[in-house]
Protein backbone atom coordinates (compact mmCIF):
# COMPACT_ATOMS: atom_id res chain seq x y z
CA UNK A 1 0.00 0.00 0.00
CA UNK A 2 1.20 3.92 0.06
CA UNK A 3 0.70 4.00 3.46
CA UNK A 4 3.56 0.85 4.06
CA UNK A 5 5.41 2.36 1.31
CA UNK A 6 5.46 6.15 3.37
CA UNK A 7 6.00 4.57 6.45
CA UNK A 8 9.47 3.56 5.66
CA UNK A 9 9.99 6.74 3.13
CA UNK A 10 12.61 9.27 4.32
CA UNK A 11 12.16 12.84 2.68
CA UNK A 12 12.00 13.52 -0.28
CA UNK A 13 11.26 10.00 -1.13
CA UNK A 14 8.77 9.39 -4.62
CA UNK A 15 6.02 6.96 -4.34
CA UNK A 16 5.34 5.84 -7.82
CA UNK A 17 1.42 4.80 -7.85
CA UNK A 18 0.36 2.32 -10.02
CA UNK A 19 -3.35 1.06 -10.31
CA UNK A 20 -6.09 2.40 -7.85
CA UNK A 21 -5.80 2.07 -3.79
CA UNK A 22 -8.17 2.18 -1.34
CA UNK A 23 -6.82 4.17 1.22
CA UNK A 24 -6.28 7.38 3.18
CA UNK A 25 -2.92 8.76 2.69
CA UNK A 26 -0.83 11.13 4.67
CA UNK A 27 2.39 13.36 3.19
CA UNK A 28 3.86 14.06 6.42
CA UNK A 29 7.36 14.68 5.68
CA UNK A 30 9.55 17.27 3.22
CA UNK A 31 9.18 16.71 -0.33
CA UNK A 32 7.68 13.42 -0.65
CA UNK A 33 6.27 12.91 -4.19
CA UNK A 34 3.30 10.55 -5.17
CA UNK A 35 3.37 10.12 -8.85
CA UNK A 36 0.74 8.23 -10.74
CA UNK A 37 2.11 5.94 -13.36
CA UNK A 38 0.76 6.27 -16.65
CA UNK A 39 -1.21 4.19 -18.39
CA UNK A 40 -2.19 1.96 -15.39
CA UNK A 41 -5.22 3.70 -13.57
CA UNK A 42 -3.18 5.33 -10.98
CA UNK A 43 -5.43 6.53 -8.16
CA UNK A 44 -6.29 7.02 -4.67
CA UNK A 45 -10.28 6.13 -3.59
CA UNK A 46 -10.63 7.25 0.29
CA UNK A 47 -12.53 5.00 3.22
CA UNK A 48 -13.58 7.38 5.20
CA UNK A 49 -12.02 10.81 6.63
CA UNK A 50 -9.76 12.67 4.20
CA UNK A 51 -8.24 11.05 1.61
CA UNK A 52 -5.15 12.83 1.17
CA UNK A 53 -3.31 14.89 3.99
CA UNK A 54 0.01 16.69 3.18
CA UNK A 55 1.72 18.42 6.24
CA UNK A 56 5.49 18.59 4.57
CA UNK A 57 6.53 21.08 2.99
CA UNK A 58 7.57 21.07 -0.68
CA UNK A 59 5.17 17.50 -1.69
CA UNK A 60 3.69 16.46 -4.93
CA UNK A 61 0.94 15.10 -5.72
CA UNK A 62 0.96 14.33 -9.58
CA UNK A 63 -1.30 12.13 -12.36
CA UNK A 64 -3.58 10.40 -9.50
CA UNK A 65 -7.12 10.00 -10.13
CA UNK A 66 -8.58 10.92 -6.76
CA UNK A 67 -12.14 10.02 -5.08
CA UNK A 68 -13.79 9.16 -2.28
CA UNK A 69 -13.76 9.96 1.61
CA UNK A 70 -14.28 13.74 2.71
CA UNK A 71 -11.93 16.20 1.28
CA UNK A 72 -9.66 14.38 -1.24
CA UNK A 73 -7.04 16.84 -0.40
CA UNK A 74 -6.40 18.88 2.20
CA UNK A 75 -3.14 21.17 2.75
CA UNK A 76 -2.57 22.32 6.54
CA UNK A 77 -0.58 22.82 9.21
CA UNK A 78 2.52 25.12 7.14
CA UNK A 79 2.68 22.90 4.76
CA UNK A 80 3.06 23.23 0.73
CA UNK A 81 2.24 21.06 -2.38
CA UNK A 82 1.99 21.16 -6.03
CA UNK A 83 -1.25 19.15 -7.32
CA UNK A 84 -0.55 18.59 -10.94
CA UNK A 85 -2.28 16.61 -13.42
CA UNK A 86 -4.93 15.19 -11.17
CA UNK A 87 -8.59 13.84 -11.65
CA UNK A 88 -10.31 15.18 -8.40
CA UNK A 89 -14.07 13.74 -7.83
CA UNK A 90 -17.08 12.54 -6.23
CA UNK A 91 -16.07 13.53 -2.33
CA UNK A 92 -18.54 14.15 0.54
CA UNK A 93 -16.72 17.73 1.11
CA UNK A 94 -14.50 19.31 -0.81
CA UNK A 95 -12.43 18.36 -3.64
CA UNK A 96 -9.08 20.93 -2.10
CA UNK A 97 -8.75 22.36 1.24
CA UNK A 98 -5.66 24.63 1.64
CA UNK A 99 -5.56 25.93 5.54
CA UNK A 100 -4.00 26.46 8.58
CA UNK A 101 -1.12 29.11 7.18
CA UNK A 102 -0.14 26.72 4.23
CA UNK A 103 0.15 26.70 0.31
CA UNK A 104 -1.05 25.01 -2.69
CA UNK A 105 0.07 25.34 -6.29
CA UNK A 106 -3.23 23.78 -8.12
CA UNK A 107 -2.28 23.35 -11.52
CA UNK A 108 -3.92 21.49 -14.76
CA UNK A 109 -6.31 19.39 -12.64
CA UNK A 110 -10.57 18.00 -13.08
CA UNK A 111 -12.07 19.12 -10.08
CA UNK A 112 -15.63 17.61 -10.48
CA UNK A 113 -18.62 16.02 -8.53
CA UNK A 114 -17.64 17.20 -4.95
CA UNK A 115 -20.66 17.91 -2.35
CA UNK A 116 -19.12 21.17 -1.06
CA UNK A 117 -16.89 23.80 -2.57
CA UNK A 118 -14.38 22.47 -5.14
CA UNK A 119 -11.68 24.52 -4.19
CA UNK A 120 -11.15 26.48 -0.87
CA UNK A 121 -7.89 28.43 0.47
CA UNK A 122 -9.18 29.76 3.95
CA UNK A 123 -7.12 30.11 7.45
CA UNK A 124 -4.20 32.77 6.71
CA UNK A 125 -3.08 30.34 3.06
CA UNK A 126 -2.19 31.01 0.17
CA UNK A 127 -2.40 29.02 -3.50
CA UNK A 128 -1.80 29.56 -7.49
CA UNK A 129 -4.43 28.39 -9.14
CA UNK A 130 -3.78 27.57 -12.86
CA UNK A 131 -5.08 26.28 -15.89
CA UNK A 132 -7.78 23.94 -14.05
CA UNK A 133 -11.37 22.80 -15.16
CA UNK A 134 -13.46 23.12 -12.18
CA UNK A 135 -16.90 22.22 -12.96
CA UNK A 136 -20.54 21.01 -11.47
CA UNK A 137 -20.19 20.69 -7.67
CA UNK A 138 -22.11 21.03 -5.02
CA UNK A 139 -21.37 24.86 -3.91
CA UNK A 140 -18.61 27.49 -4.87
CA UNK A 141 -15.92 26.75 -7.54
CA UNK A 142 -13.10 28.52 -5.85
CA UNK A 143 -13.74 29.95 -2.09
CA UNK A 144 -10.28 32.32 -0.52
CA UNK A 145 -11.53 33.07 2.85
CA UNK A 146 -9.89 34.38 6.81
CA UNK A 147 -6.76 36.23 5.28
CA UNK A 148 -5.76 33.88 2.58
CA UNK A 149 -4.37 35.19 -1.10
CA UNK A 150 -5.00 33.42 -4.18
CA UNK A 151 -4.05 34.05 -8.11
CA UNK A 152 -6.08 32.31 -10.63
CA UNK A 153 -5.19 32.00 -14.29
CA UNK A 154 -6.19 30.10 -17.28
CA UNK A 155 -8.88 28.41 -15.50
CA UNK A 156 -12.35 27.23 -16.31
CA UNK A 157 -14.75 27.14 -13.66
CA UNK A 158 -18.04 26.16 -14.94
CA UNK A 159 -21.92 24.81 -13.84
CA UNK A 160 -21.00 25.08 -10.52
CA UNK A 161 -24.19 24.74 -8.08
CA UNK A 162 -23.32 28.50 -6.45
CA UNK A 163 -20.72 30.69 -7.07
CA UNK A 164 -17.87 30.87 -9.85
CA UNK A 165 -15.72 32.20 -7.43
CA UNK A 166 -16.28 33.86 -3.95
CA UNK A 167 -14.05 36.09 -1.29
CA UNK A 168 -14.52 36.73 1.98
CA UNK A 169 -13.15 38.01 4.89
CA UNK A 170 -9.76 40.46 4.59
CA UNK A 171 -8.30 37.96 1.52
CA UNK A 172 -6.98 39.38 -1.63
CA UNK A 173 -7.91 37.30 -5.08
CA UNK A 174 -5.97 38.48 -8.35
CA UNK A 175 -8.29 37.01 -11.37
CA UNK A 176 -5.55 37.64 -13.96
CA UNK A 177 -5.23 37.12 -17.58
CA UNK A 178 -3.27 39.34 -20.34
CA UNK A 179 -3.76 37.90 -23.86
CA UNK A 180 -0.63 39.48 -24.81
CA UNK A 181 1.76 37.21 -22.58
CA UNK A 182 -0.11 33.99 -22.71
CA UNK A 183 2.40 32.05 -21.64
CA UNK A 184 2.52 33.91 -18.83
CA UNK A 185 -0.98 35.24 -17.78
CA UNK A 186 -3.95 33.64 -19.05
CA UNK A 187 -7.75 34.88 -18.83
CA UNK A 188 -10.37 32.95 -17.03
CA UNK A 189 -13.65 31.47 -18.62
CA UNK A 190 -16.22 31.50 -15.87
CA UNK A 191 -19.47 30.80 -16.67
CA UNK A 192 -22.64 28.94 -16.34
CA UNK A 193 -22.60 29.26 -12.68
CA UNK A 194 -25.91 28.88 -10.32
CA UNK A 195 -25.22 32.50 -8.83
CA UNK A 196 -22.82 35.41 -8.98
CA UNK A 197 -19.78 34.24 -11.37
CA UNK A 198 -17.86 36.24 -8.74
CA UNK A 199 -18.11 37.36 -5.32
CA UNK A 200 -16.43 39.86 -3.28
CA UNK A 201 -17.82 41.03 -0.01
CA UNK A 202 -16.69 41.38 3.73
CA UNK A 203 -13.59 43.24 3.37
CA UNK A 204 -12.31 41.14 0.41
CA UNK A 205 -9.62 42.71 -1.71
CA UNK A 206 -9.86 42.07 -5.51
CA UNK A 207 -8.17 42.28 -8.75
CA UNK A 208 -10.00 41.46 -11.93
CA UNK A 209 -7.01 41.70 -14.77
CA UNK A 210 -9.23 42.19 -18.66
CA UNK A 211 -10.13 40.21 -20.97
CA UNK A 212 -11.94 37.44 -18.60
CA UNK A 213 -14.93 35.56 -19.92
CA UNK A 214 -17.85 35.93 -17.00
CA UNK A 215 -20.76 34.97 -18.66
CA UNK A 216 -24.20 32.96 -18.61
CA UNK A 217 -23.60 33.15 -14.50
CA UNK A 218 -27.40 33.64 -13.03
CA UNK A 219 -26.54 36.98 -11.24
CA UNK A 220 -23.93 39.29 -12.35
CA UNK A 221 -20.71 39.75 -10.49
CA UNK A 222 -21.29 41.38 -7.25
CA UNK A 223 -18.53 43.65 -5.56
CA UNK A 224 -20.49 44.81 -2.23
CA UNK A 225 -20.59 43.37 0.82
CA UNK A 226 -19.51 44.65 4.08
CA UNK A 227 -17.69 47.89 4.22
CA UNK A 228 -13.68 47.48 3.67
CA UNK A 229 -13.90 45.82 0.48
CA UNK A 230 -11.94 46.96 -2.37
CA UNK A 231 -11.67 45.92 -6.06
CA UNK A 232 -10.17 47.02 -9.38
CA UNK A 233 -11.84 45.60 -12.06
CA UNK A 234 -11.21 45.58 -15.66
CA UNK A 235 -12.82 44.24 -18.70
CA UNK A 236 -15.24 41.21 -18.93
CA UNK A 237 -15.94 39.85 -22.66
CA UNK A 238 -19.47 39.08 -22.89
Given at each position: ????????????A?????G?CN?N??L????Q????????????????????????????????N??????A???S??????????VISG?????IT?????Y?????????S??????II????S??I???????N????VVI???????L??N?????????????R?S?L?????PT?PS??R???????G???I????G?G????Q?Q?????S?????????G?????G?F??
Open positions: TITAALAVANSGTINVSSEVTGKDAKLIGVPGTGAGVVGTGGNTIVTVGRNTRIIGLISGGADIIVRGGSTRIIDNVTDRCVTRHSADITDNDISCSNDAVRNGSADHLNNIHDGDDGSGSSSADDGTITNNVRRGVALFGANISGDVVDPNTITNNDRGLCSQGLRVSNTVTGNTDPSFGGRTTNREVLNS
